[in-house]
């Protein structure tokens, strides 16, 4: 089982669409938890970490879920400049040291 | 935001040669960088810790004999990929950790023939 799992896509979602990812860890032992961006062929870019109470920043917002070892992310009116891969990122430290990445999924945001 | 760079950006070689890839943080010191390596449609896999002034740490798998790692220097860490093979080919990152986070480079694209 891998550690860091994502539904690869891709969704293809037309301009002003919501749409949500969701990522589930294995490691219980995880402390922090991320999403990353990555455009084709360029490095990952840190989009926002992600908190137990929920936290948002612009357009979007991320959950953690301990309990169920689950991770979201919440795209709300999506424009064409959102294409990309999206990486959940873990840790099991309490600082950003050894990233643990999922495969990522593609988002395609069309007009 | 802290930057910083990798060169070559590009490189393809020869089956059996060597090749060394630069990871620079340009505008703070980094005690610590990371290597990762991504295949196609794979995530990024950390391959070692790159720790100044001693032995870096490698992941499970990962030779170390194969992927040489020095960090000399606040700011520059390389990885050298020894004999290369064309599995060897990949999109290799670095990133540099400053400020509890790291910040990564714009990666290598290695294409042994």
């Known amino acids: 089982r891998k550690e860091v799992e994502q539904d690869p896509g891709p969704f293809n979602v037309p301009e002003g669409a919501t749409v949500a990812f969701n990522c589930t860890y294995s490691n219980s032992a995880s402390q922090s938890f991320f999403w990353y961006r990555q455009d084709c062929r360029k490095e990952p870019k840190l989009l926002m970490s992600v908190y137990s109470s929920g936290n948002e920043d612009g357009r979007f917002t991320a959950q953690l879920n301990r309990a169920s070892q689950y991770i979201s992310l919440l795209i709300r009116d999506s424009k064409l400049s959102d294409s990309a891969t999206y990486l959940c990122?873990?840790?099991?430290?309490?600082?950003?040291?050894?990233?643990?990445f999922g495969t990522g999924t593609r988002l395609q945001v069309t007009l | 935001g802290a930057v910083v760079s990798q060169h070559p950006s590009r490189v393809i070689c020869k089956s059996g040669t060597s090749v060394k890839i630069e990871c620079r943080s340009l505008?703070?010191?980094?005690?610590?960088m990371f290597w990762y390596r991504q295949f196609p449609k794979q995530s990024l896999m950390l391959m070692a810790t790159?720790?100044?002034?001693?032995?870096?740490?490698?992941e499970q798998g990962v030779e170390k004999d194969k992927f040489l790692i020095n960090h000399a220097s606040l700011t520059l860490s390389t990885l050298t990929v020894t004999s290369a093979h064309p599995e060897d080919s990949s999109f290799y990152i670095c990133?540099?950790?400053?400020?509890?986070?790291?910040?990564f480079g714009p990666g290598t694209r290695l294409t042994v023939t």
């Open positions: 790159s720790n100044e002034g001693s032995k870096a740490t490698y």
């Open positions: 990122v873990v840790t099991d430290t309490g600082t950003a040291s050894k990233l643990t």
């Open positions: 990133s540099a950790l400053g400020a509890g986070e790291q910040y």
């Open positions: 505008d703070f010191q980094a005690t610590t």
